[in-house]
T-cell receptor, first 111, second 113 residues
Framework: SQTIHQWPATLVQPVGSPLSLECTVE??????LYWYRQAAGRGLQLLFY??????ISSEVPQNLSASRPQDRQFILSSKKLLLSDSGFYLC??????????FGSGTRLTVV | DQQVKQNSPSLSVQEGRISILNCDYT??????FLWYKKYPAEGPTFLIS?????DKNEDGRFTVFLNKSAKHLSLHIVPSQPGDSAVYFC????????????FGTGTRLTVIP
């Protein structure tokens, strides 16, 4: 069966520190992978998506970057966190043309 | 620019009654709509969907209605159960394909026993 793992569950980081969130998928090959963020009072906003190794599309210019070093691994990074980077980050993969399966999310608080 | 809007941040309903969650969208090119349910500290899970060529889709206690002329969809849960208490997100698929789903801000449903 297909599963998606995302960690850590919660993270508190100081402003200016780096960030690395990892997401891995099992049970499927060459998945389309996505990073979403939910900021306070906002809907889920697509940040990046990837259709294959080394292929990254950015939807929103920001202080973040993404990489896909392996077929089933998707990493969200930042060199220097800002207060506005706080939020709930979700990784997802596409299960069909009609929906996604999401990971359990990471609650990031930048202080 | 929020293309999918859920104007009610919260809703409380008595157990056994009907829950109606509403969603409005602005882009007439959306061709598929989905509802996701999210419990605290978990990712959203897919609940029910509807194609833009239909006006109703039913799955057990859950029914989604689509009014294209009004750019409005709603999720009906009947009868509501305490386990339905969660945040519900409406999402719409752009015509560029499933590489972007546009999500609303969510409605927190509380079903009171």
């Amino acid at each position: 069966s297909q599963t998606i793992h995302q960690w850590p569950a919660t993270l508190v980081q100081p402003v200016g520190s780096p960030l690395s969130l990892e997401c891995t998928v099992e049970g499927t090959s060459n998945p389309n992978l996505y990073w979403y963020r939910q900021a306070a009072g906002r809907g889920l906003q697509l940040l990046f998506y990837s259709v294959g190794i080394g292929q990254i599309s950015s939807e929103v210019p920001q202080n973040l970057s993404a990489s896909r070093p392996q077929d089933r691994q998707f990493i969200l990074s930042s060199k220097k966190l800002l207060l506005s980077d706080s939020g709930f980050y979700l990784c997802a993969y596409r299960i069909s043309n009609y929906g996604y399966t999401f990971g359990s999310g990471t609650r990031l608080t930048v202080v | 620019d929020q293309q999918v809007k859920q104007n009610s941040p919260s809703l409380s309903v008595q157990e056994g009654r009907i829950s109606i969650l509403n969603c409005d969208y602005t882009n007439s090119m959306f061709d598929y709509f989905l509802w996701y349910k999210k419990y605290p500290a978990e990712g959203p899970t897919f609940l029910i969907s509807i194609s833009s060529i239909k006006d109703k889709n039913e799955d057990g206690r859950f029914t989604v209605f689509l009014n294209k002329s009004a750019k409005h969809l709603s999720l009906h849960i009947v009868p509501s159960q305490p386990g339905d208490s969660a945040v519900y997100f409406c999402a719409a698929r752009g015509q560029t394909g499933a590489n972007n789903l546009f999500f609303g801000t969510g409605t927190r449903l509380t079903v009171i026993p």
